[in-house]
């Protein structure tokens, strides 16, 4: 006949894991639920993150305003002029292709004579001519801000 103490100890062993199942149980749902809720979102984020970049891509670049009137006014351009106002600016070829909406790398051709701009960027540049240094600088400053 077996000692009571280990027939007590075995089912005080016995509930003890009925009442942890029960307790791991909902834990587990619990855990798969938050899971799924991560994945759901991280999938969102994906998305978004791509949505954001079209759009990103289709926004227009250009941050100097046209003046009011002047949508129809042809714009001549001249390279050593250009580069001759960036000069005065006191701004790199990135600084002001951030400010026209390019690549310093168009800036470079620009000034280069190997391109011109286009016409909307012609408005931009025309706009950029009524700025000063100190107008300049502040609203490269506000750019990077």
């Not at 103490?5 to 075995?10: E, P, Q, S, W």
């Not at 960036?86 to 390019?102: D, F, I, N, P, Y």
């Amino acid at each position: 006949m077996p000692n009571i103490a280990t027939v007590l100890k075995d089912e005080i062993v016995r509930l003890a894991r009925k009442e942890v199942r029960k307790e791991v149980e909902g834990l587990k749902k619990a855990s798969v639920r938050y899971r799924t809720e991560i994945a759901a979102l991280k999938r969102r984020v994906a998305e978004l993150e791509k949505k954001h970049v079209r759009l990103e891509k289709k926004a227009p670049k250009k941050v100097i305003p046209e003046a009011e009137g002047e949508g129809i006014t042809r714009h001549r351009f001249s390279a050593r002029r250009f580069a001759a106002q960036r000069q005065k600016l006191g701004v790199s070829a990135g600084a002001m292709g951030t400010l026209l909406g390019v690549s310093a790398q168009s800036v470079y051709n620009w000034e280069a004579g190997k391109s011109r701009p286009r016409p909307q960027q012609l408005a931009g540049i025309a706009a950029l001519r009524r700025l000063g240094k100190r107008q300049a600088e502040e609203l490269l400053a506000n750019l990077t801000d």
